[in-house]
C-alpha cells in the first residue's frame, strides 16, 4: 500500500508539474500580447496599466525560479504560499479598482486591516522578486527606506521627519501611483516592455548574425580587429538589448575569444568588452532603461533624448576605439586574415532587409508617434519583413519563442521598478529628497563646478548598490533638483534654457558607468568570467578603456554644443573638439602615437586635452592647435626614421 500511495503521488505531482508548465506558457503569452494589445490600442488608466503589469511579472517570477532549498517540502510550501499570495494580493485591487480610483481618497481614507494585511504581502512579494533576478543590494536599500519612514523622530539632523504609522506607508506602496506603482514602473508598463519585446524579435529575426557579420567584415582585418569588432558589435547589439550585461553575455561570448587568440590578454579582453557593452545604454536608437524613465520624468520626447545623447555615445565609442587601436599598435596585434571574415557585402544583401523595421520605428518616432505606437509597430513590421527572404522568414514556432523570450525579458525591469518606486515614494513622502536637494544645494554653493563632482560623487556611491536605473531613480529625488537650480542660476544662457535636460542627461551617464566601475561592476564581473580574467583587474581596465565616460558629462553641462546645442559652428566646433579630445587623452593613457613616446609629448597630449575641456573657443582652438601639431610632428618624426633606415640599408 505504502509503494501504491507513493507512486500514486508521484503520478500525480508530475501531472500537475505538466499543468504548470502549461500555465506558465500562457501567462507568458498573455504579458507579451498585453503589451502589444497597449501598444496598438493605447495604454490603460495609469494604475491598471501599471497593476497588470506587475502582476503578470510577479506571477512569472514565482513560477519560473522557484524555490530549490535542500527541503522538498519547504520548497514546495514557500512556492505555494507565494504564489496564494500573488493572487490575493493581486487580485484584491483588481476585485477593488473602481473603490481605489473612484471612491477613496489616498492616504486619508483609513485602511482596512485585511487591506493592510495584503499590502503587506505585496510589498514583500515585490522585495523578494527583486532579490531573485536582480540580487539583494536593491531589495535590503528598499526595506531600510520603508523602515526609514517609521524611525523619523528618532533621528538627528537632516534625517529627522514627523515619522509614519504602518497605515500611511502601506497605502502609499498599494493603494496609488506614488510608491511601488509609481512613474519608474508606469515607465516599464509602457514603454520598457515593449522595447524589450521588440529586441527579442529582432533576435530571432537574425538580425544578430548581420550585425556580427558586419563587425567582422568592417573592423576584423584590421590591428587588434577582435577589440574593435567587440565595440563596434556591442554598439551595434545595443539596438536589440540596451543592457550592459546582456551585451556581454551575447557579443562578448564571441568576441572575447577572438581577442583573447590575437594576442590580447584576458583582462584587457574582457575589460573592453565590459566598457562597449556600458555603452549600449547610452546609444541611440534604443538605448537602455534610463532613458525611458527619463521621458517620464522631464516630459521630453524620447526620439529627442536619442538625439541629444547621439554625439557623446559615438564619442564613447570612438574613446574605447582609440585605445585598443594603440593598444594593438603599441604591441604588434594584428586583425584576423580576411579569408576567415564572413562577406560582409554579401552578408548584408541577404540580410539588410532586417535593418528597415528600425528605420520605421525611428521615422514614426520622429513624425512625432508615441515611443509605445512606433515600437509596436516596427514589431509587426519585423514579421513581415522577415518574410521577404526564405532564409530570414520568421515561421511560427520563432515567433512564439520571440514572444516567451520577450516576456521573461521583462520580469527583472518590472520587479526593479517596483522597487525603486519604493525608494522614491519614501524619499516623497518623509521630505528626505527635498532636505537631501537643499544640502547638496548649500555645499555647493552656486559652483557650478562642485556641484557636477558632488552630484558624480553621489552617482557613484548609489552605483555600490543600485542598477543604473534605480540609481538614476534615487537621484531624481535627491540630487537633482539641486542640480537644476544651480544650472538655472549660472548665468549662462545655453546652460539655464536647457538645465533640466543637462542634469538628467550628467546623472543619466554617470548611472550608467556603474555597471562597469569598481567595486560593484555587474558588466565588467560578466565579462571577467567570460574572459576567464580576475573580475576586479578586468573592471579597472574597463574603467580605463572607458574614461570618455566620466569626461563627457562634464564637457556636454558646460557646452551643451556637445549635445548638439547651439548655432552650427558651435556644434561643428564641439564635434571637432570632442573627437581630436578623444585623441588626446588615448595618447595620454597608452604613451603611443606611431611609436612609444616619452613623459614630454605625453604632457603636450594631456595640455591639449585639458584645453580642449575648457568651455571656451579660444581654449578649444588651442587644445586643437596642439594635438594637431603632435600628431603631424610625430607623422613625419616616424617617415623620417623610416627614410632613415632605408638610407642605412
Not at 186 to 207: E, P
Request: charged letters at 10%; hydrophobic letters at 55%; aromatic letters at 10%.
Amino acid at each position: 500500500m505504502v509503494w501504491l500511495h507513493a507512486r500514486l503521488y508521484k503520478k500525480g505531482w508530475v501531472k500537475m508539474q505538466h499543468y504548470l508548465k502549461k500555465l506558465v506558457l500562457f501567462i507568458t503569452y498573455a504579458f507579451s500580447f498585453y503589451h502589444l494589445y497597449t501598444g496598438f490600442f493605447g495604454t490603460f488608466e495609469t494604475f491598471l496599466q501599471r497593476f497588470v503589469h506587475l502582476s503578470l511579472a510577479m506571477f512569472l517570477i514565482f513560477l519560473l525560479y522557484p524555490y530549490k532549498t535542500g527541503s522538498r517540502i519547504i520548497n514546495r510550501i514557500l512556492n505555494s504560499t507565494t504564489i496564494l499570495l500573488t493572487i490575493l494580493s493581486m487580485g484584491y485591487l483588481y476585485l477593488n479598482y473602481d473603490y481605489i480610483l473612484g471612491e477613496r481618497y489616498p492616504m486619508i481614507t483609513p485602511l482596512t486591516t485585511m487591506e493592510t494585511l495584503l499590502g503587506i504581502a505585496m510589498i514583500a512579494l515585490v522585495l523578494e522578486a527583486t532579490r531573485k533576478l536582480a540580487g539583494p543590494s536593491l531589495p535590503i536599500i528598499a526595506l531600510l527606506f520603508l523602515l526609514y519612514g517609521f524611525a523619523g523622530p528618532y533621528l538627528p539632523g537632516i534625517l529627522a521627519h514627523a515619522g509614519y504609522d504602518l497605515d500611511s506607508i502601506i497605502d502609499l506602496n498599494y493603494m496609488g501611483t506614488e510608491g511601488t506603482f509609481g512613474i519608474p514602473l508606469g515607465a516599464s508598463a509602457s514603454y520598457i516592455a515593449l522595447f524589450i519585446l521588440f529586441g527579442s524579435f529582432l533576435a530571432k529575426s537574425g538580425l544578430g548574425t548581420l550585425l556580427m557579420d558586419l563587425s567582422l567584415g568592417l573592423a576584423g582585418h584590421t590591428k587588434g580587429g577582435p577589440a574593435k569588432v567587440a565595440i563596434i558589435g556591442s554598439a551595434l547589439h545595443g539596438m536589440l538589448s540596451g543592457s550592459a550585461v546582456a551585451n556581454v553575455m551575447t557579443v562578448g561570448t564571441s568576441t572575447i575569444p577572438l581577442m583573447k587568440k590575437t594576442g590580447y590578454k584576458a583582462h584587457f579582453a574582457g575589460g573592453v568588452e565590459a566598457a562597449a557593452s556600458a555603452g549600449s545604454q547610452i546609444m541611440p536608437p534604443v538605448m537602455g532603461v534610463i532613458a525611458f524613465i527619463m521621458t517620464q520624468y522631464t516630459g521630453i520626447p524620447y526620439i529627442q533624448i536619442a538625439f541629444y545623447a547621439l554625439l557623446p555615445a559615438l564619442l564613447y565609442f570612438l574613446g574605447i576605439g582609440v585605445m585598443v587601436h594603440l593598444e594593438a599598435a603599441k604591441h604588434g596585434m594584428e586583425g584576423i586574415p580576411r579569408k576567415e571574415l564572413p562577406d560582409w557585402k554579401a552578408s548584408l544583401k541577404r540580410r539588410g532587409h532586417l535593418l528597415l523595421p528600425i528605420v520605421l520605428m525611428l521615422v514614426l518616432l520622429i513624425l512625432g508617434y508615441s515611443p509605445s505606437y512606433s515600437v509596436t509597430y516596427a514589431i509587426l513590421s519585423i514579421i513581415i519583413i522577415s518574410a521577404l527572404r526564405k532564409e530570414t522568414r520568421m515561421k511560427f514556432q520563432m515567433i512564439l519563442d520571440a514572444l516567451q523570450d520577450g516576456a521573461k525579458g521583462m520580469l527583472m525591469i518590472a520587479a526593479a521598478t517596483a522597487t525603486a518606486g519604493m525608494i522614491s515614494g519614501m524619499f516623497g513622502l518623509t521630505g528626505l529628497g527635498l532636505r537631501f536637494s537643499v544640502s547638496l544645494g548649500e555645499l555647493a554653493g552656486g559652483n557650478l563646478l562642485l556641484a557636477l563632482a558632488l552630484t558624480a560623487l553621489t552617482s557613484f556611491i548609489l552605483g555600490l548598490g543600485l542598477p543604473p536605473s534605480a540609481s538614476y531613480i534615487v537621484q531624481i529625488a535627491v540630487s537633482i533638483p539641486a542640480l537644476i537650480s544651480v544650472l538655472e542660476a549660472t548665468g549662462v544662457d545655453s546652460i539655464a534654457a536647457n538645465a533640466v535636460l543637462l542634469t538628467h542627461m550628467f546623472v543619466m551617464y554617470w548611472a550608467s558607468v556603474g555597471v562597469i566601475t569598481p567595486p560593484d561592476a555587474l558588466a565588467a564581473f560578466a565579462a571577467a568570467a567570460v574572459a576567464d580574467a580576475k573580475p576586479m583587474l578586468t573592471a579597472m581596465t574597463a574603467t580605463r578603456l572607458a574614461f570618455v565616460a566620466y569626461v563627457i558629462p562634464f564637457m556636454f553641462v558646460l557646452n551643451p554644443a556637445y549635445l548638439l546645442i547651439g548655432s552650427v559652428g558651435d556644434i561643428a566646433l564641439a564635434i571637432s573638439s570632442g573627437v581630436l579630445g578623444v585623441v588626446a587623452f588615448g595618447i595620454v593613457f597608452q604613451g603611443y602615437i606611431h611609436h612609444r613616446i616619452g613623459w614630454f609629448r605625453r604632457a603636450w597630449a594631456l595640455a591639449a586635452g585639458g584645453l580642449i575641456i575648457i568651455p571656451n573657443p579660444l581654449c578649444n582652438m588651442a587644445g586643437i592647435g596642439l594635438i594637431v601639431f603632435l600628431l603631424v610632428f610625430s607623422h613625419l618624426y616616424k617617415r623620417n626614421e623610416a627614410v632613415s633606415l632605408n638610407r642605412s640599408l
